[in-house]
């Protein structure tokens, strides 16, 4: 009998330690290590991204409420090897005459080292924070739409750039200061969009921004950056432009404070005497919520863009607003969120005007 | 006899039972786990030809947000960051990111989006495919719990502690 016993807990005892090591040894699927250790040498990755987002509006006196699908973007990013990367996005947007779709950005970076990047192609113009930091993305940002100095199709800020950009960081410092410096074509003659096919004219756009996020105050990131260009709009002589912009930005979500201002001075080349200015701002707070309300952000954004009568560029484009946003965004998703919003603003003088959105924005992500 | 040999069968049997038991409690035993502030803490680990062996907090934390991607001899950084639901993968986003899993996911997006990375970082399933990464990738970076460390990788000291230090601060 006790021989029996021993006999049989000893075959246990092999199979038991046959199987734990097994176990032990390809505890994880193999074709997952394969995959990482050769995405991780010289050879080609890509990954695949997408935003979309819609919409339902009701505005004030209005009769044409309803739906509205937004932009749908597409991202394709590779590593073509360990300092070559390409990043593409491509978006699809609904007009009265069906889908307009449109390279958005198409980036060739080659990395030098954290200090020194180099690319060409076409960017969100790194002015500011906005238009760099959420831009097609509805999901990334709080609210359901763009601050209007920002807003798709800006006269006020050229929101495409198309040239070569050079970026990095500074060593050693506490600040963690980085920098960005551009050059390439200016606007187009709709001067809502970027140079495209060429520079409508010979002198060349060129931008810088520095931007500090402080390791003391992990979260907040700060910025300053100029633009300047000559634009040559199809009705009216060239005229100068120079935009300053500053930022701050408390990432963390709760609160979420971003805070944004520009200045875009015009003067006329032919007359130096025909000048003005455009002023805009915005600041938004959000609050996430803790314990069990987390998945919910309150959030409230104050808007003003000022044209000068005078400003030989812009005076005429009906850019004057100003806006108060009140909303809350629920995150009822990892990749899916509701945002509600109700928005009291006033185009250019007209009226103050009341409109209420809800806004279901979704990110296509392996992640 | 026939009794003795019955109530000796039985015996044997729930002997025989208990250890199967134990035996298949038994890995459960050597991964017994306690915090992982008991066990040492988090150990942070590269590739053993990585030319490093201390990194400041900050430098920990930018190289853990892709902040910085390029290791002193301008060779990449590869991390490597648990799958969720470890232990190790929730110390470190309250320790060196601060934050939860949803802010983490959309951080990683919009880091994406912003076409300053073209891809998140490399998720592992456990911790012996965290260190069998670790040694095949040069450059690569990781962390496993402090008392599962092997002689195969490089222990990285943060703020100039080894997590065997008092003080160390991924504890």
């Not at chain 1, 199987?19 to 050769?38: F, L, R, W």
């Not at chain 1, 803790?290 to 009906?318: A, C, H, I, M």
């Not at chain 2, 799958?83 to 959309?106: C, G, H, K, W």
């Amino acid at each position: 009998m006790i021989k029996h016993f021993l006999k049989t807990n000893l075959i246990l005892l092999a199979i038991h330690g046959f199987v734990v090591s097994a176990a032990y040894a390809q505890n994880y699927d193999i074709d997952d290590y394969d995959e990482i250790v050769s995405s991780s040498s010289d050879g080609a990755e890509f990954h695949i991204m997408g935003f979309g987002d819609v919409s339902y509006i009701s505005r004030d006196g209005n009769n044409n409420d309803g739906f509205v699908i937004g932009q749908g973007v597409a991202h394709l990013s590779a590593y073509l090897g360990q300092s070559l990367g390409v990043f593409s996005e491509v978006s699809a947007t609904g007009r009265d005459s069906g889908y307009s779709m449109e390279i958005e950005r198409l980036i060739v970076k080659y990395d030098f080292s954290d200090r020194f990047k180099v690319s060409a192609g076409r960017y969100h113009t790194p002015i500011g924070y906005w238009n760099s930091a959420f831009h097609h993305g509805a999901w990334l940002q709080t609210t359901t739409s763009r601050p209007e100095m920002v807003k798709f199709g800006s006269k006020i800020l050229p929101i495409h750039f198309v040239g070569v950009l050079a970026e990095g960081t500074l060593p050693g410092n506490k600040i963690g200061m980085s920098y960005k410096a551009g050059f390439g074509n200016g606007r187009h003659a709709n001067i809502g969009r970027a140079g495209d096919a060429g520079d409508i004219n010979g002198d060349k756009a060129w931008m810088a921004q520095v931007q500090i996020s402080p390791e003391r105050y992990y979260g907040l990131v700060a910025g300053l950056g100029y633009y300047q260009d000559e634009v040559t709009p199809g009705d009216r002589p060239p005229i100068k432009e120079g935009t300053f912009s500053a930022f701050a930005a408390w990432t963390r979500e709760s609160p979420e404070i971003i805070v944004e201002y520009l200045q875009s001075d015009h003067e006329s080349i032919a007359n130096s005497a025909d000048s003005g200015d455009v002023r805009a701002w915005y600041a938004q707070v959000g609050y996430r919520l803790n314990g069990d309300r987390n998945l919910w952000k309150p959030y409230l954004r104050l808007e003003d863009t000022d044209v000068d009568s005078t400003d030989p560029l812009l005076f005429d484009q009906g850019l004057d607003h100003d806006a108060r946003i009140l909303g809350v965004r629920w995150d009822f998703n990892p990749y899916a969120a509701l945002k509600f919003e109700y928005r009291n603003e006033e185009f250019n003088n007209a009226g103050r005007e009341n409109n209420f959105r809800v806004q279901l924005s979704f990110v296509l992500s392996k992640l | 006899m026939n009794t003795f040999s019955n109530i000796l069968t039985t015996i044997t049997k729930r002997a025989t039972l208990l250890v199967l038991a134990g035996f298949l409690m038994l890995p459960g035993w050597v991964h017994a786990e306690g915090t992982i502030s008991e066990n040492g803490g988090i150990a942070i680990v590269v590739h053993e030809d990585t030319d490093v062996s201390d990194l400041s907090m900050t430098e920990l934390r930018n190289i853990f947000l892709a902040n910085k991607q390029f290791w002193a001899d301008r060779s990449r950084i590869i991390l490597l960051v648990r799958a969720p639901q470890s232990d190790e993968r929730d110390f470190v986003l309250n320790t060196i990111y601060q934050m939860d899993e949803a802010q983490f996911r959309q951080y990683w997006i919009a880091k994406m989006f912003r076409a300053e990375i073209p891809r998140g970082p490399k998720i592992v399933f456990s911790t012996d495919m965290t260190l069998d990464l670790v040694v095949a990738i040069p450059g690569s970076i990781s962390f496993i719990r402090a008392d599962q460390v092997t002689d195969a990788v490089k222990v990285v000291r943060v703020d100039g502690k080894l997590p065997s230090d008092e003080g160390y601060p991924l504890k």
